[in-house]
């Protein structure tokens, strides 16, 4: 997708299919971050392409210095090395364990607790910080979607999956299953962000694009964006500084 704007050098924008927040569409792409992206470039006159692709190259085009912007990472000590995340998010994901209904699983809300179940993972995907500390004593299992983790664990060849309850409700819908389930309590809840590279940090139009970014969190409208995509979003008169000292 290209937004044919006046910037002769497009803010380059890439990311995955992740339903509400961006995701392919006719005539243009759908979710709260093609409609942010779309606002703010023809708000600031600026030039931006939104390309498509599986999770793990999207993130390895930002390092390769092949995109400007990452659409949605969550933050992590990691990522935090590579990229830089925008002041606010532009989306907020509550995460959990899935199971099958007829099984019994201990899950306290530490990660300890989960040690010698086979546990599911989207390659790509990150559960917070504290995930990332505790993966070396979980037995993880990786698959290339979400789809994949499911199936998996309705033929009982996983114990949980993890998702956030966005995806998750897309992919139980796409698969007709009432019997898989989230677990309390949640694992974590988690602001989807923008990305920028390092090497697109003194970009102008990208200082621009995140000036007006600020904007649109604090005046309300990206709430309002978000509302249109059944997404919840604080408003504007979130204590911010509070609402993201709680966040990972």
């Known amino acids: 997708m290209l937004c044919p704007l006046l910037q002769a050098s497009p803010l380059r924008f890439v990311?995955?299919?992740?339903?509400?927040?961006v995701a392919p569409g006719t005539p243009q792409l759908r979710g709260v971050a093609a409609d942010i992206i779309r606002t703010l470039c023809q708000r600031e006159q600026l030039a931006c392409s939104i390309q498509l692709l599986p999770w793990p190259r999207a993130q390895a085009m930002l390092q390769n210095g092949q995109a400007d912007v990452l659409?949605?990472?969550?933050?992590?000590?990691?990522?935090?090395?590579?990229?830089r995340?925008?002041?606010?998010?532009?989306?907020?994901?509550?995460?959990?364990?899935?199971?099958?209904?007829?099984?019994?699983?201990?899950?306290d809300g530490r990660f300890d607790s989960l040690v010698g179940l086979r546990l599911g993972v989207t390659r790509g995907w990150t559960l917070g910080q504290r995930f990332e500390e505790a993966k070396p004593r979980l037995e993880i299992d990786n698959a290339d979607t979400l789809l994949q983790s499911m199936l998996k664990?309705?033929?009982k060849r996983l114990d949980l999956v993890a998702s956030n309850d966005r995806n998750a409700r897309h992919t139980l819908a796409q698969?007709?299953?009432?019997?898989?389930?989230?677990?309390?309590p949640a694992i974590s809840q988690q602001g989807g962000y923008m990305g920028y590279a390092l090497h697109?940090?003194?970009?102008?139009?990208?200082?621009?694009f995140e000036q007006?970014?600020?904007h649109l969190a604090e005046s309300g409208e990206l709430a309002r964006l978000s509302q249109e995509q059944g997404l919840a979003y604080p408003g504007k008169n979130t204590n911010w500084p509070d609402y993201l000292r709680q966040l990972p």
Do not use: C, N
């Open 15 to 21: 990311g995955s299919d992740f339903p509400g927040v």
């Open 71 to 83: 659409i949605g990472p969550y933050r992590t000590a990691a990522r935090a090395a590579s990229m």
């Open 85 to 107: 995340f925008s002041r606010y998010p532009i989306y907020i994901d509550t995460l959990y364990w899935y199971r099958r209904t007829e099984q019994a699983v201990q899950w």
């Open 153 to 155: 664990l309705q033929r």
């Open 175 to 184: 698969l007709g299953r009432s019997d898989i389930v989230p677990i309390l």
């Open 200 to 208: 697109a940090l003194d970009k102008p139009a990208l200082q621009r």
């Open 212 to 214: 007006a970014l600020v």
